[in-house]
């Protein structure tokens, strides 16, 4: 199975240069992140709630801690869940990735409004071990907290990996690794940027979005075209609400094949010297269609 994430260019070039963002959970767009109601007894001290966090197992099957979605008590909240999110900030970072390859939305949302990439994972190398798929509810989840500290074994991180049924379009995984694994690069922010090393050869394809300007796109051709990757474009489809997907290079790095032209990816080529610049040039000037597919560009 591939997994793919949406991303802006200058995030793409971060990736394309080996490393990738794992964002603490707080900073995340859905304020409901990591933080379902705890039922907390009057008879725990806050000195007693100290829970520690399996960043790789899956959900447990049975005692959660789950409670009824009707389930009502003085002493369930998120008070403490606040309290547990923040340590989670200071502690845990997150990669957000999508089953999905093609969501107009998350094209929009995540990808610089079509101007970015989407960009396809081989979710079997080992780097992806360990992915969470988020579960989506209809109803908040309750928990009781004597399931999260009773035995004292580790809860599964990924059974605070629950959002709404509002972002079920997403179809979101998630890897979840330790801040203190990762590289801090950035201060700038109320949450600092950590970075993980990405090997090249998790990377599938590219591809780029209607919008992507024509030098990123020559920049982001340049940057991929002795590799394995597979690159192409998101067009506009002539009909319905789709993209056609224009091809730019296989798997193959172009030492071995030519990439393909076609009127709407002519242009990244035709500062190119010899034969194929000139084929470029005689495309974006004489092909019937040329005039058509570039007038937004």
Known sequence: MSLYKYVSIDTLKKILNGSIRFTQPG???????????????QSFSDDKIAIQFDLL???RLQGDGSLADGFESDFCNDFNSRDILYALN???GV???SKVRDSLLMWSHYADQYAG????????????DGKIEVEYRSVRPKKDITAYISDGNPVPIAELCTKPEDWQYEQEVRLVR???????????????VYVMPLPAECIKSITLGERA??????????????????????????????????LIKLEDPCSKSSPFLSPRTAHIFVDDDGDFGQMA??????????HLVNKIL
């Open 27 to 41: 900073a995340f767009n859905d304020p409901f992140e990591m933080l379902p109601e705890l039922h907390v007894p």
């Open 95 to 97: 990669l957000c990735l």
């Open 213 to 246: 300007s024509v030098e990123h796109q020559r920049e982001i051709w340049k940057a991929v075209k002795d590799s394995k990757i597979v690159l192409s474009l998101a067009a506009i489809s002539n009909y319905g609400y789709g993209f056609r997907n224009e």
């Open 281 to 290: 040039r005689w495309m974006l000037e004489e092909h019937p269609a040329s």
């Open 117 to 128: 990439a989407v960009v396809e994972f081989d979710d079997s190398h080992e780097f992806f």
């Open 57 to 59: 197992s899956e959900r």
């Open 178 to 192: 330790s801040l203190s694994e990762c590289r801090r690069v950035s201060n700038d922010s109320k949450f600092p």
């Open 90 to 92: 200071e502690s845990i």
